[in-house]
């Protein structure tokens, strides 16, 4: 299994930039497609964007699409996301999450087949 654990949350202006990172240690991580959620207060859990296993394929959520960035460094076990023009909307808890042999970049927004999650980190945008 694999241990995840993001940071670089924090309180940013809306147009700002914010790079979080997910730290992984365990298992190789190369093994594992990773995806970065978010959860806003009061609202379900929701697909921002993932990358496969050597990062050849990403996939974004439209409302981040042109925005946010997904990339990973498997020498570094660390993935991470560039969040540029931040917008209040974007306020929410920043999960990331691990996916094992039955992820596809067809059904990379698919919850239920990321197997091991980081405790989150906050990212809150002003207006």
């Known amino acids: 299994q694999v241990q995840l654990v993001e940071s670089g949350g924090g309180l940013v202006q809306a147009g700002g930039s914010l790079r979080l990172s997910c730290a992984a240690s365990?298992?190789?991580?190369?093994?594992?497609?990773m995806g970065w959620f978010r959860q806003a207060p009061g609202k379900e859990r929701e697909f921002v964007a993932a990358i496969s296993r050597y990062g050849g394929s990403t996939y974004y959520a439209d409302s981040v699409k042109g925005r946010f960035t997904v990339s990973r460094d498997n020498a570094k076990n660390t993935l991470y996301l560039q969040m540029n023009s931040l917008k209040p909307l974007d306020t929410a808890v920043y999960y990331c999450?691990?996916?094992?042999?039955?992820?596809?970049?067809?059904?990379?927004?698919?919850?239920?087949?990321?197997?091991?999650w980081g405790q989150g980190t906050q990212v809150t945008v002003s207006s």
């Open positions: 999450a691990a996916a094992g042999d039955s992820w596809s970049i067809l059904r990379a927004a698919t919850i239920g087949l990321y197997d091991y």
């Open positions: 365990g298992r190789t991580f190369s093994f594992y497609a």
